[in-house]
């Protein structure tokens, strides 16, 4: 089966990259290359530049690419008329010439609409599936585009788990890391594998197959020649070299030429059964030349020469045959049944999609009816008390990480209204240090949690102001800078509850084990106020909707 063949190539030179085209040219089963540099793949640029595009819509180069790429194959014509003489940036000059390039801004005006909403990997899928990005890479690159197309899709996989997604951070994250995928290779399955010889180093397999066995003269780049007993020396060609630097010259070459019969050596011994050695290139190398200068020259003459002295060898028509022992039968089911390759797709992969939308808009638990304040408390009015509200909710939530010297300087930097921020910092310096509260602002509370849940066929979306989470009790506090405070639960204004209990309703569903306890922290009076938990569902249950 296929998983039997291991091709070996000295190098990954333009051989490497074609062995793979020819392979999936013919859909054989191959496991690819050994090593990706996803940088360097053409249809990761392609992706890369619409993502970079999407992130930052005033990117006009990362968006020329974008659109000379085969995602969407404008032309360098079209691409020409559409940005010489613009006087703005290229995504708004073609908005303006959108009737030109219709199918192009329709792709660009859904994928932004969504870039703000989806997971990397989820954008990805809408651009490769929904908008057959990579049919259109595949059909231009041709099938080896496939691998790097899922590398790029496994890294978005693997800077989701490790990070909190986000588009800009992905595209951060791939710059940082110029990532080369190395693939395990050695448990290939029933899938042709390909390497460099260096690689194989410790791996078998039935049939091996060398087609990089041609002429060979890698050249010396190196401008500076080192040797672990003289100084660094500034390379010169040959024939004007001095002895000294001569010397390291040849001494360099014998090394090489020692490591390229260790690379040979590795190489032969890599088939169990059947060896096969041939030269994509030219081999002029006499077969009758001395074997010391053999050892800087092509493998294909090396192997000839050793092939010469075994008898007896078979001259068949595509080359010479030298055979002994018995060859392997075949192993497992003779006929083997094909995978298909033209499965029909299910309609809703090709269906442009969307999330499903909600009969009515989210609303939010504070909009739920009641009165929110006491008779003749002035806390919810005016944009004075708005304002002063805000600020008491921002300094608890940010001064209780910080130093109590260093909250006046923090505070004055989050509330730029003096007079609001020294109000502010006084009630809220009043609330940090009361010793009873101290374990709402504790390290294991949590601070301004997002919430959203169902009710009543509309959808609830919330902040919760401090969350204490136990293994059996979930505690829900609430920050209220009311200027009259209710003496008992009982004159807790319906408003209120009504907040209380959509919280609850909400929590319940994510923690439908353990046990509520809602309050109410009134910062005026550094007082925590608990509240019964059948009184608040009921509460709720009296909401209007609006």
Request: contains cysteine.
């Given at each position: 089966?296929?998983?039997?063949?291991?091709?070996?190539?000295?190098?990954?030179?333009?051989?490497?990259?074609?062995?793979?085209?020819?392979?999936?040219?013919?859909?054989?089963?191959?496991?690819?290359?050994?090593?990706?540099?996803?940088?360097?793949?053409?249809?990761?640029?392609?992706?890369?530049?619409?993502?970079?595009?999407?992130?930052?819509?005033?990117?006009?180069?990362?968006?020329?690419?974008?659109?000379?790429?085969?995602?969407?194959?404008?032309?360098?014509?079209?691409?020409?008329?559409?940005?010489?003489?613009?006087?703005?940036?290229?995504?708004?000059?073609?908005?303006?010439?959108?009737?030109?390039?219709?199918?192009?801004?329709?792709?660009?005006?859904?994928?932004?609409?969504?870039?703000?909403?989806?997971?990397?990997?989820?954008?990805?899928?809408?651009?490769?599936?929904?908008?057959?990005?990579?049919?259109?890479?595949?059909?231009?690159?041709?099938?080896?585009?496939?691998?790097?197309?899922?590398?790029?899709?496994?890294?978005?996989?693997?800077?989701?788990?490790?990070?909190?997604?986000?588009?800009?951070?992905?595209?951060?994250?791939?710059?940082?890391?110029?990532?080369?995928?190395?693939?395990?290779?050695?448990?290939?399955?029933d899938r042709i594998r390909i390497m460099t010889v260096?690689?194989?180093?410790?791996?078998?397999?039935?049939?091996?197959?060398?087609?990089?066995?041609?002429?060979?003269?890698?050249?010396?780049?190196?401008?500076?020649?080192?040797?672990?007993?003289?100084?660094?020396?500034?390379?010169?060609?040959?024939?004007?070299?001095?002895?000294?630097?001569?010397?390291?010259?040849?001494?360099?070459?014998?090394?090489?030429?020692?490591?390229?019969?260790?690379?040979?050596?590795?190489?032969?011994?890599?088939?169990?059964?059947?060896?096969i050695v041939a030269a994509a290139g030219e081999t002029k190398l006499e077969a009758d030349r001395k074997p010391k200068a053999l050892t800087d020259l092509c493998w294909y003459r090396l192997v000839e020469l050793g092939l010469s002295r075994l008898n007896p060898v078979e001259q068949g028509p595509q080359g010479r045959i030298y055979r002994f022992g018995s060859f392997p039968d075949a192993v497992g089911p003779a006929d083997r049944a094909p995978i298909p390759v033209d499965l029909p797709l299910p309609a809703w992969v090709t269906t442009p999609h969307k999330a499903p939308d909600h009969p009515l808009p989210t609303i939010s638990p504070s909009v739920l009816g009641g009165a929110k304040v006491l008779p003749g408390d002035d806390s919810d009015e005016g944009e004075v008390s708005r304002a002063r509200g805000t600020a008491i909710h921002l300094l608890l939530e940010h001064l209780p990480k910080a130093a109590p010297a260093d909250w006046p300087l923090l505070a004055a930097a989050l509330i730029p209204d003096a007079v609001i921020c020294a109000q502010a910092l006084e009630e809220v310096?009043?609330?940090?240090?009361?010793?009873?509260?101290?374990?709402?602002?504790?390290?294991?509370?949590?601070?301004?949690?997002?919430?959203?849940?169902?009710?009543?066929?509309?959808?609830?979306?919330?902040?919760?102001?401090?969350?204490?989470?136990?293994?059996?009790?979930?505690?829900?506090?609430?920050?209220?800078?009311?200027?009259?405070v209710p003496k008992d639960p009982a004159q807790v204004p319906e408003g209120l509850l009504r907040q209380m209990g959509a919280y609850a309703h909400l929590l319940a569903q994510i923690y439908p084990c353990h046990a509520l306890h809602p309050a109410i922290l009134w910062t005026k009076t550094a007082q925590l106020m608990s509240l019964d938990p059948d009184i608040v569902r009921a509460a709720l249950a009296r909401s209007t909707i609006p």
């Open positions: 089966h296929a998983g039997d063949f291991l091709i070996l190539v000295q190098g990954r030179s333009a051989i490497f990259t074609e062995l793979i085209r020819a392979c999936k040219a013919l859909a054989l089963p191959i496991a690819g290359a050994d090593r990706l540099k996803l940088a360097a793949e053409m249809a990761v640029k392609d992706l890369s530049s619409l993502l970079a595009f999407l992130a930052t819509p005033e990117d006009d180069l990362a968006l020329a690419e974008a659109l000379r790429s085969p995602l969407f194959g404008l032309s360098e014509a079209n691409l020409y008329s559409l940005a010489h003489g613009r006087p703005n940036y290229l995504w708004q000059a073609l908005r303006a010439k959108q009737k030109r390039f219709p199918q192009a801004f329709a792709m660009l005006t859904d994928l932004r609409n969504t870039a703000d909403f989806l997971r990397p990997y989820d954008l990805l899928e809408r651009i490769l599936i929904t908008h057959d990005g990579r049919k259109r890479l595949l059909t231009r690159l041709g099938d080896e585009a496939e691998e790097g197309i899922d590398a790029f899709l496994q890294q978005a996989i693997d800077y989701e788990s490790a990070d909190v997604p986000s588009l800009t951070g992905f595209l951060i994250w791939l710059q940082d890391d110029e990532l080369e995928i190395k693939r395990q290779t050695d448990s290939a399955g260096h690689g194989a180093k410790g791996l078998e397999s039935e049939i091996v197959i060398l087609p990089d066995c041609a002429d060979r003269r890698p050249r010396n780049r190196d401008t500076v020649m080192t040797a672990e007993d003289g100084p660094p020396m500034w390379s010169m060609p040959a024939g004007q070299r001095p002895p000294a630097m001569e010397a390291r010259a040849l001494a360099r070459k014998e090394q090489s030429r020692d490591e390229n019969l260790r690379l040979l050596y590795v190489a032969l011994t890599r088939a169990r059964s059947m060896l310096s009043q609330v940090l240090r009361a010793p009873d509260l101290a374990p709402i602002f504790a390290a294991g509370a949590l601070a301004e949690v997002a919430i959203t849940g169902d009710f009543a066929g509309r959808r609830l979306f919330g902040s919760i102001d401090r969350l204490i989470v136990t293994p059996t009790l979930i505690t829900l506090i609430d920050f209220k800078s009311n200027r009259l």
